[in-house]
């Protein structure tokens, strides 16, 4: 699978540093959010996992099926990685079992947060009757949006698998 970033078409947002109480523009990180849908065929679902190449740091979300008001969160954080203190800037590797997250909803979003200089994900779900299903970082799969500093990215809407997104930017691929 390629590596891919955003293409922002020369349109990046931006915005101010955020504020907390009395913390004024202290928090300048305005964090970036890859999206993809992933559709399941209505069959026994037996294995399901991703693994995710990026630098510095990934935080993987997924759609969350067990909602039980209004106010609880559209998704949850299932996984993260993140470089050493030391080696900030150092590649990291996340693999993850999505088995456990995924109920008979379908389709789910999956949806991870990395840095701009974008990621290499490879995913596989095995059904009960042997049949595989791949999917990854290919860039007409994802969708990326920068959000405003101090966003709680669990409560953004983008987290339900039937938000529009076409109003995100693309991917690219940046590496083979």
């Known amino acids: 699978m390629p590596w891919v970033a955003p293409d922002w078409q020369g349109r990046e947002p931006t915005f101010e540093p955020g504020s907390l109480f009395w913390q004024t523009r202290e928090f ?34 997924i759609t969350r099926s067990e909602r039980f008001s209004e106010l609880d969160p559209f998704g949850k954080l299932i996984a993260k990685a993140e470089a050493p203190k030391e ?5 990291v590797d996340l693999f993850v ?6 109920t008979a909803q379908s389709p789910f979003a999956l949806l991870l947060s990395a840095p701009a200089d974008g990621f290499r994900m490879e995913g596989v779900l095995v059904f009960r009757d042997n049949s595989v299903q791949t999917f990854g ?20 809407p983008c987290m339900n698998p039937n938000f529009d997104d076409r109003h995100w930017f693309p991917t690219q691929v940046v590496k083979g």
């Open 97 to 102: 079992d999505l088995t456990p997250h995924l």
């Open 28 to 61: 300048p990180t305005a964090p970036l959010l890859y999206r993809t849908v992933v559709s399941l065929p209505a069959k026994p679902l037996n294995f399901a996992a991703v693994r995710i190449q990026t630098l510095r740091y990934v935080y993987l979300f």
């Open 137 to 156: 970082s290919e860039p007409n799969r994802w969708r990326v949006q920068k959000f405003p500093p101090l966003t709680i990215l669990e409560f953004e």
């Open 87 to 91: 080696r900030s800037d150092a590649e």
